[in-house]
């Protein structure tokens, strides 16, 4: 229902800002719809008449697919669906407020206005069908079905076919300015002819924007600013932007600050090597997050992941869900449910375990053991180990995805021999919050050992 409800605000709001755009003109007594209202049936008439078809089909396969409420899709795309659906309001809405009056639905050939290039058209010679692009994309991505998608991709075939319509127009009628600004601006994002130093100015403004809207998608998920190390997703975003501006001013010849060419090099030595340095980490807990637990293991340990008074937080409810997927298949095994209680737990995480695992898993008693004195992950595994008693045995842990690396790596240091992962889910889409995250962790346990 969430997601129903933040779909049509998206849409409300993409076409609340077009019919009042039009009512304002209207009453200026501008006609703002000039859609197929040319006297001449040429070419650009007939692209104008479908464009305006298959426009008004996507708003309507839209409604129809969010009131069906499926999506074909996983949560990650739908939350990524709902970054783009803001993000193109966001656009349209400067596009035909920097327009003002000059703005127009089709081509207006019988009017004369001057060409805009300033705010938003510095950087797009088609922001508002860019608006358009993402929000449709944004909406597809969250609702995912078929013809969705085949509609979509039609009107965005159409906009395109369209754009060249306008520009075909724009350079009869503004001349050599249009094509001045042409070379200056791309038609969709991005100043002119990409460069190296252009390039990484886009990387940098495309990672700030996405770190700034993740930030507020953490916040939403993850139990907001309770999530530990939300922060530093602002901290991402921030340097981006100081990226983007120190680039643009490379770009135009105007660095902020002309630093010694040894610094730069300095600079940028060190980060190649601790970008490749996180590359390597992130590719060993991912790595660690997809491995295929082993078949018939002595044991298995559920690690503590925290409580609501006596019900598991969601990161330990599916270490629990995995924990019970992997008994019923390997009957053989032994699992130690590892975990004290804390300060604000009414029973220990230990307790918690078992008892999701006897009455809602139907796991026999016989087969689990408590380990209810330790807080961390290491003393998990510790105290775990000293109750089975033989570091040779085969054992699997049994932790949520992000954090399987750490944990076989504090492991094998704590004294196992035969150790391996047993991954449980790793929730999205905070999941890309904790995986990042994890790289420090990992650090922090390179640093100590």
């Known amino acids: 229902m969430t997601y129903r409800f933040i779909a ?10 077009y019919f009042t755009k039009m009512f304002i003109q209207r009453r200026k007594g501008i006609v703002t719809n000039q859609i197929a209202k040319s006297k001449v049936h040429d ?4 692209i104008e008449m479908v464009m305006k078809y298959a426009t008004i089909a996507v708003p309507v396969a839209e409604v129809i697919s969010i009131v069906l409420g499926t999506s074909g899709l996983t949560i990650i795309w739908r939350v990524i ?19 003002k009056d000059s703005w127009r639905a089709g081509v207006a050939r019988e009017e004369k206005r001057g060409l805009i ?28 079905n078929p013809v969705l998608m085949v509609i979509t991709v039609w009107a965005m075939v159409m906009l395109h076919l369209q754009i060249l319509q306008e520009e075909k127009y724009l350079e009869g ?35 700030g924007i996405w770190s700034v809207m993740y930030f507020f998608t953490c916040l939403a998920y993850g139990g907001g600013l309770k999530l530990s190390w939300v922060w530093l997703w602002i901290l991402i975003a921030a340097f981006s932007f100081i990226r983007v501006f120190m680039q643009k001013r490379k770009i135009e010849g ?8 040894v610094l730069v090099w300095i600079y940028r030595a060190v980060f190649v090597a601790v970008l490749t340095f996180f590359i390597i980490t992130e590719t060993k807990i991912i790595g660690a997050m997809t491995a295929e637990p082993k078949e018939n293991l002595d044991y298995i340990i559920v690690l503590g992941a925290g409580l609501r008074g006596t019900e598991p937080s969601n990161p330990f409810r599916v270490r629990i869900e995995k924990a019970a997927q992997y008994l019923k298949e390997n009957e053989g095994t032994i699992v ?8 604000h737990e009414s029973i220990s995480e230990a307790e918690c375990a078992r008892r999701k695992l006897t009455e809602v898993y139907g796991i026999s008693e016989d087969r689990i053991i408590l380990e209810e004195k330790s807080t961390d992950t290491e003393e998990n595994l ?49 999941g890309i919050h904790y995986t990042v995250r994890e790289f420090f962790g990992m650090v922090e346990f390179y640093l100590k050992h």
């Not at 049509?8 to 800002?17: E, H, P, S, T």
């Not at 070419?43 to 007939?46: E, L, M």
């Not at 300033?118 to 929000?135: E, H, M, Q, T």
């Open 8 to 17: 049509l605000f998206w849409i409300a709001v993409f076409y609340g800002i």
């Open 254 to 261: 105007s660095p902020v600050i002309r630093l010694p060419k």
């Open 382 to 430: 510790k105290y775990s180990l000293e109750i089975i008693g033989d570091p040779s045995k085969s054992v699997g842990i049994v932790t949520n995805g992000f954090h399987e690396l750490r944990a076989l790596s504090i492991a094998n240091e704590v004294g196992y021999e035969n150790v391996s992962s047993v991954p449980a889910v790793t929730l999205m889409p905070v």
């Open 117 to 144: 290039k300033n705010g938003i058209y510095k950087y797009s010679r088609n922001p508002a069908f860019l608006g358009f692009d993402l929000v449709y994309i944004g909406i597809m991505l969250m609702f995912y």
């Open 336 to 343: 130690v449910a590892s975990g004290g209680q804390g300060k």
């Open 81 to 99: 669906g709902m970054h783009l659906a803001f993000l193109g309001n966001v656009v349209f809405l400067l596009a035909v407020v920097t327009m």
């Open 43 to 46: 070419k650009s008439y007939h």
């Open 173 to 207: 009628e503004f001349g050599d300015e249009y094509t001045e600004y042409k070379a200056q601006v791309s038609r969709y994002a991005g100043c002119g002819k990409v460069t190296f130093d252009k390039a990484v100015m886009y990387v940098y403004f495309v990672l």
